[in-house]
């Protein structure tokens, strides 16, 4: 006798218990599309190789791939974060419109990008040379650059632009929460000494959660980068060193799990309702991973 498919026992039974594992099959994309919530919502993770599945490859690993640990069966996660992509190349290859046209109202949209975003767009690039595509507009506002690129002429956005228009998408979807994510530091230990400066997108981060109307309207900063960076702090040079086999940015799986930890415990110290589907006590991630930080005084997290 061969089992109903997935779809069949998702319109068919309710229960969260049905559900073996915390993982979602792709071919539950269609169930997706109802107007009704899901009984357990899907976390979307859009972003880049520090998130991604397979991370930067050759045995790196994005965070993303560990998040699920920390939601049981509260919740699913769909990583959708690609290597290499930037808040344009993001926009620009459908990726936000793939989550928007596959998520259900209720769900969570995490977005954490940066890292391929900086520089400017330069004529004539193609996707390996160049800015390979992915370098924004600079600013924080309406700017745009008008470049060619594969040889197709395109209005390039500024990066508040490009994530300010995505979550407005989602919000207007019904997703319950979406969560601006600060980008992950790079080792912190690189110098032989503890040193971690945020970056013009942290900034950008807090700009764009701030326009969306922060907690009121649904939107959260997480600031990610701070938790990462003090929980490489804690954990010292030999462990991070030993966790960056690759370069700087790309992580081994055991740090991607710890930046898993450390975005989660950013979640648990805000007020986002996805804190309430996380499986473990807030002082148990403190205990590991160091204690809730100050929060930006102009904005609610
Ligand atoms: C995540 O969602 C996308 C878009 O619906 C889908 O193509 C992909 O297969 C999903 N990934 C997993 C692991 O379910
Ligand atoms: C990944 O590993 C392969 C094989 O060792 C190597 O040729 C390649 O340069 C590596 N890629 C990066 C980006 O380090
Ligand atoms: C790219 O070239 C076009 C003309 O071909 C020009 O209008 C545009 O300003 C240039 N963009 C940049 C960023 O140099
Ligand atoms: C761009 O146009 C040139 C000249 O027509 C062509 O040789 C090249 O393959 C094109 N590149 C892309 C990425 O389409
Ligand atoms: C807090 O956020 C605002 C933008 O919303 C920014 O201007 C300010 O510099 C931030 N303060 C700190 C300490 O990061
Ligand atoms: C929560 O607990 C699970 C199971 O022990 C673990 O895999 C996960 O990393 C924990 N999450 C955090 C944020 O500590």
């Not at 599309?33 to 190789?49: H, K, Y």
Request: some cysteine.
């Amino acid at each position: 006798m061969h089992l109903p498919s997935i779809p069949i026992l998702l319109l068919s039974l309710p229960l969260a218990s049905a559900f073996p594992g915390p993982s979602r099959s792709s071919s539950n994309s269609k169930a997706s599309r109802a107007s009704t919530p899901n009984p357990i919502p899907t976390i979307w993770l859009a972003g880049d190789s520090t998130t991604a599945p397979d991370g930067g490859h050759n045995h790196t690993e994005g965070w993303g791939q560990y998040l699920k640990y920390s939601f049981g069966s509260n919740a699913f996660v769909n990583n959708s974060a690609y290597a290499g992509r930037s808040a344009r190349s993001f926009t620009r290859e459908g990726r936000f419109d793939r989550i928007a046209a596959a998520m259900s109202p209720g769900d969570f949209v995490v977005i954490e990008l940066g890292i391929n975003d900086g520089g400017r767009p330069l004529n004539g690039s193609t996707s390996t040379t160049g800015d390979k595509g992915r370098a924004d507009c600079p600013g924080a506002g309406s700017e745009t650059c008008t470049v060619v690129f594969n040889n197709v002429t395109e209005v390039v956005q500024t990066f508040p632009t490009y994530i300010e228009a995505a979550a407005r998408k989602f919000l207007s979807l019904g997703a319950k929460s979406v969560i601006i994510s600060e980008q992950v530091p790079n080792n912190v230990w690189e110098s032989g000494s503890y040193a971690r400066t945020p970056s013009i997108f942290s900034y950008y981060d807090l700009l764009v959660t701030e326009r969306l109307g922060g907690p009121a309207a649904g939107a959260y900063f997480v600031q990610h980068g701070s938790y990462a960076a003090q929980a490489q702090k804690l954990l010292g040079p030999d462990v991070v060193n030993a966790n960056y086999p690759m370069d700087h940015t790309h992580t081994a799986p055991f740090l991607a799990d710890v930046h898993s930890q450390a975005f989660v415990l950013g979640l648990k110290c805000g007020t986002s309702p996805l804190a309430n589907l996380v499986v473990n006590a807030t002082a148990r991630i403190e205990a590991l991973r160091g204690p809730c930080l100050p929060a930006n005084e102009t904005l609610p997290i």
